[in-house]
């Protein structure tokens, strides 16, 4: 990387605050403003709010680390990295089906039909997407038996459609905030709602990371240099 190492690394630190301020914000709005949290009532908006909660953790934050690994550890070996990818892409799986647990019993629960609004499809075939490519990421890079060629054939796809799972992620959530918005902030569209503003913030600050590590991943000038080491995580005996 070079004379591009310093940029780089002030930008990944830049992610990587941006994602953590995420959370924390999206916490904050939870707390302060939507009745915060509670497991004891699934009609509650208190345990509702565990949904938008785990998928901002998983679906954006943990996927977006698992993307950014090759390049922000660059300088461990490549099966660690490997495993470290996949450890952080399984995390963001688990939160993403609490999340999905949580809207269906809270639907469940109130009457409300599952599956009826543009961000529930679209957030399902994100999460349908995001199973696909871990099971093919895992058989191809980490499992035994899969030729080289494959393996090279298959990498440009799987570095495609991990940025587009993540992007379609983003959007997915975004799409949420804004139905959580007209729903529960009854002062939304007159304007100067210090929830709807806060709400704003995080959607700003959402794009911002999505944009970081996009731009972060895409950019050839800080991929990590390729080795001579393709040991599956499985060994043959």
Not at 159 to 171: V, Y
Request: net charge positive; proline share 3%.
């Amino acid at each position: 990387m070079g004379e591009h190492s310093a940029n780089f690394y002030v930008m990944y630190l830049l992610t990587h605050l941006s994602g953590l301020t995420l959370v924390g914000l999206m916490i904050s709005w939870l707390v302060q403003h939507m009745g915060g949290f509670s497991w004891s009532d699934a009609s509650q908006n208190s345990f509702f709010n565990y949904h938008p909660l785990f998928m901002t953790i998983g679906m954006i934050y943990f996927l977006g680390t698992s993307t950014l690994i090759y390049r922000g550890a660059r300088q461990l070996k490549k099966m660690p990295l490997k495993i470290m990818h996949a450890a952080l892409h399984f995390l963001a799986l688990l939160f993403a089906a609490i999340g999905l647990y949580v809207v269906f019993e809270n639907h469940a629960v109130k009457n409300i039909p599952h599956l009826y609004s543009l961000h529930s499809w679209i957030g399902i075939a994100t999460i349908a997407l995001m199973v696909l490519q871990y099971v093919i990421g895992f058989v191809t890079y980490l499992a035994p038996g899969m030729s080289m060629d494959i393996r090279v054939t298959i990498m440009p796809l799987h570095r495609f459609f991990g940025l587009m799972i993540f992007c379609l992620a983003a959007g997915t959530c975004l799409l949420g905030l804004t139905e959580k918005a007209i729903f529960s902030i009854s002062d939304y569209g007159k304007g100067g709602s210090s929830s709807g503003n806060l709400m704003n913030l995080i959607g700003v600050i959402m794009v911002a990371y999505t944009g970081l590590t996009v731009y972060l991943t895409s950019e050839t000038a800080y991929r990590r240099k390729t080795e001579e080491e393709q040991t599956p995580l499985i060994s043959r005996n």
